[in-house]
């Protein structure tokens, strides 16, 4: 247990080092003023391009027993159904969405209150964290806004840890 917590402080800072990675100053405009950076959702490519990803991660999750995706064995077991699926699909596609600066609001329940009672192990969630990083290779989406993106899911650990 202790070699897994600290290879995730490993994954971890290294995905806050290559976030943190400038590429410098902002473009100019042309009169002056600096042209604002693009937000991570549109460097992503948009809602299609999250959407897609999300599509690949849920059925690579729930295809990983390693993840428990349907937290079987906790009071918060989960019915893959189509429709529960197509449910949390566009729940993960706004809360992506909205993460990362898209204008798509997330309405859902806070992370804490989503993961009540389904009891995910660091390594569970570390599991699902690389299937995420898989899909976004798959799409080949660049080092930078891959590692950008988990830096953001990685700051949920907390509230969804051992809830």
């Not at 994954?11 to 693009?38: E, M």
């Not at 690579?60 to 077991?77: H, L």
């Not at 989406?141 to 830096?151: T, Y």
């Amino acid at each position: 247990m202790r070699s897994l917590k600290f290879a995730a402080c490993i994954v971890i800072g290294l995905f806050l080092l290559a976030g943190c990675k400038s590429d410098g100053d902002d473009a100019d405009s042309g009169n002056g003023q600096p042209v604002p950076a693009k937000s991570l959702y549109e460097r992503l490519g948009g809602k299609e391009a999250i959407t897609l990803v999300v599509d690949d991660f849920v059925q690579r999750a729930m295809a990983n027993e390693s993840v428990n995706f349907t937290r079987q064995g906790t009071s918060a077991a989960w019915d893959p159904t189509p429709a529960n699926l197509m449910k949390l699909k566009a729940s993960l596609v706004a809360y992506v969405s909205s993460i990362t600066g898209g204008p798509v609001k997330y309405l859902g329940k806070d992370m804490a209150a989503a993961h009540a009672g389904m009891k995910i192990t660091d390594k569970e969630f570390f599991t699902a964290a690389a299937d995420l990083e898989a899909s976004l290779i798959k799409f080949e989406v660049p080092q930078v806004e891959r590692a950008e993106l988990l830096q953001l899911v990685a700051a949920t650990r907390g509230d969804v840890v051992g809830k």
